[in-house]
């Protein structure tokens, strides 16, 4: 059985910092690239951001470059995203996720556990 646990997001100011932090259990984590996701009331859940197994390849949805960073710590089996630079339009509930192959993937479809998420909203 495999849980994922986020944490870390709350209500901060524009400009501001957050850092999500998603606590896996079960097997294959050091094996499985990672991804988060978010999803604001009324939209699709989106890709965010994702790392490969080991940690060398990550990949960003547009958006995001050069604020987010994506990171994983296999010996704690936790993956980590920290967000700078926040804007009103990063409200959303942040979901971790693991896939279901060792190499980045973008598609929801291609992630077979989730997280229960974590709201983050940003204040203008």
């Known amino acids: 059985q495999v849980q994922l646990v986020e944490s870390g997001g709350g209500l901060v100011q524009a400009g501001g910092s957050l850092r999500l932090s998603c606590a896996a259990s079960g097997r294959r984590f050091s094996i499985s690239a990672m991804g988060w996701f978010r999803q604001a009331p009324g939209k699709e859940r989106e890709f965010v951001a994702a790392i490969s197994w080991g940690g060398g390849s990550t990949n960003y949805v547009d958006s995001v470059k050069g604020r987010f960073t994506i990171s994983r710590d296999n010996a704690k089996n936790t993956v980590y995203l920290q967000m700078n630079s926040l804007k009103p339009e990063d409200t959303a509930v942040y979901f971790c996720?693991?896939?279901?192959?060792?190499?980045?993937?973008?598609?929801?479809?291609?992630?077979?556990?989730w997280g229960q998420g974590t709201q983050v909203t940003v204040s203008s």
């Open positions: 996720a693991r896939a279901r192959r060792s190499t980045i993937v973008t598609s929801t479809y291609e992630y077979d556990y």
